[in-house]
């Protein structure tokens, strides 16, 4: 039996584990959307709980995307353990498109732009209505998925080739494609969160918007990556191939990526507060001063001081067990960031919601299910790549 082999049980049975988790979380959600629903509310609810579950998600799909074409850009050792974690999540695209779509049914009930009535009263809306439209959303949405999905279809086709054939010309494909490809992925990613995620509320603009959720969108792929190699080191290939001292890479992007998210959450807040305009303030008083500043503290605290102490800390980022740890503690705190970010549009003081648990559990369920059916198709560890070539050959006894 080889070591693909050894894996694949330990993988089939997380996958039907996910998947089981997914439908009842599905099932949970349609279910509370049509009490929601039934009770006079509309689908109103459901879909504000759908945009928290679909959003987060997303946020990790293209996080994928963008730490692969990281890696092929720079060749990093850090890379090596987790390429075929993050190919795996990036041929998630697809699902994640089909999954868009409630999403779009529900722009009506979600963003005011797209109601007549409230355009017709309001000037602002009345400006930005050559952008923000339902049928140039939708036309932009189409196109992101376009771009995305090629990109990744690109790369990973060049993978599996490079598995089957070792030609080493494979390896300069993907670094030309990493480099253009990053910088879209990087317009596209901003575009795509202003659409769904800053015109929830359509009076207020942030520049560095798009840049926190990119970052975001790194540290939670690098954090369900490092879980994925702690859930599956006492396998092989996993298990002797990675010297110890090759994770502390890893775990030092994980701190650079916290400092980025923090500095550029930081000069959003300063920026915005020494401008003191009256169409971007309140956004920020409804969320750091008011009934929501315990999240916020919350995500300082455990999404900065903590991660960056532990983080420096050379000897603990040497063992994958504490590495993951870590990284649970930042892909939680993601999905918090994201919560408050979206949250507040539609209710002025935290509350936990059944029905945006399910929708979150629903959604990952599936999307961990997707993950890994995609992750079973290759093997664990890249083949054939010059740059790891050693690697392969001592874990194969060479």
């Known amino acids: 039996?080889?070591?693909?082999?050894?894996?694949?049980?330990?993988?089939?049975?997380?996958?039907?584990?996910?998947?089981?988790?997914?439908?009842?979380?599905?099932?949970?959600?349609?279910?509370?959307?049509?009490?929601?629903?039934?009770?006079?509310m509309g689908w109103t609810k459901f879909f504000q709980s759908y945009v928290l579950g679909y959003v987060f998600w997303m946020v990790v799909t293209l996080g994928c995307l963008g730490v692969l074409m990281l890696h092929h850009l720079t060749g990093g050792w850090w890379g090596y353990p987790i390429r075929r974690i993050v190919e795996a999540g990036t041929r998630t695209l697809p699902l994640m498109a089909v999954l868009f779509v409630p999403l779009w049914l529900g722009i009506h009930s979600l963003y005011d732009w797209a109601k007549p009535e409230k355009v017709a009263d309001d000037p602002i809306l009345q400006y930005k209505q050559s952008y923000l439209n339902p049928s140039f959303y939708t036309a932009r949405t189409i196109v992101y998925f376009a771009i995305w999905i090629l990109l990744a279809s690109l790369l990973n086709k060049w993978s599996r080739e490079q598995d089957a054939t070792g030609d080493p010309r494979l390896r300069g494909r993907m670094s030309s494609l990493a480099g253009p490809g990053f910088v879209i992925w990087s317009i596209t990613m901003t575009l795509a969160m202003i659409d769904w995620v800053m015109s929830l509320d359509a009076h207020w603009f942030s520049t560095i918007y798009g840049f926190i959720f990119m970052i975001s969108g790194g540290l939670s792929a690098m954090s369900f990556a490092a879980i994925v190699v702690r859930l599956l080191s006492n396998h092989e290939p996993l298990k002797d191939c990675v010297e110890p001292k090759r994770f502390i890479d890893l775990g030092n992007l994980m701190l650079a990526q916290v400092?980025?998210?923090t500095y550029m959450s930081f000069s959003q807040f300063l920026i915005i507060w020494s401008g003191n305009l009256k169409n971007e303030i309140p956004w920020y008083q409804e969320r750091a001063m008011g009934k929501w500043a315990g999240v916020a503290i919350t995500l300082l605290i455990l999404h900065f001081f903590v991660p960056f102490f532990l983080l420096l800390q050379r000897a603990l980022k040497r063992r994958i067990r504490n590495l993951a740890k870590i990284a649970v503690l930042l892909f939680l705190l993601t999905l918090v960031d994201v919560y408050w970010q979206i949250e507040p549009a539609y209710t002025k003081s935290p509350e936990f919601r059944l029905l945006d648990l399910c929708?979150?559990?629903?959604?990952?369920?599936?999307?961990?299910?997707?993950?890994?059916?995609?992750?079973?198709?290759?093997?664990?560890?890249?083949?054939?790549?010059?740059?790891?070539?050693g690697a392969l050959e001592h874990q194969h006894g060479d």
Do not use: C, Y
């Open 1 to 40: 039996m080889n070591s693909s082999d050894t894996v694949r049980p330990v993988l089939e049975r997380a996958q039907k584990r996910a998947l089981a988790l997914g439908v009842l979380g599905v099932l949970l959600t349609l279910l509370l959307g049509w009490h929601a629903h039934t009770a006079d």
């Open 259 to 261: 400092l980025l998210w």
């Open 359 to 389: 929708t979150v559990v629903g959604i990952g369920g599936i999307w961990v299910a997707a993950f890994l059916g995609q992750l079973k198709k290759l093997p664990l560890l890249p083949l054939h790549d010059p740059r790891f070539e």
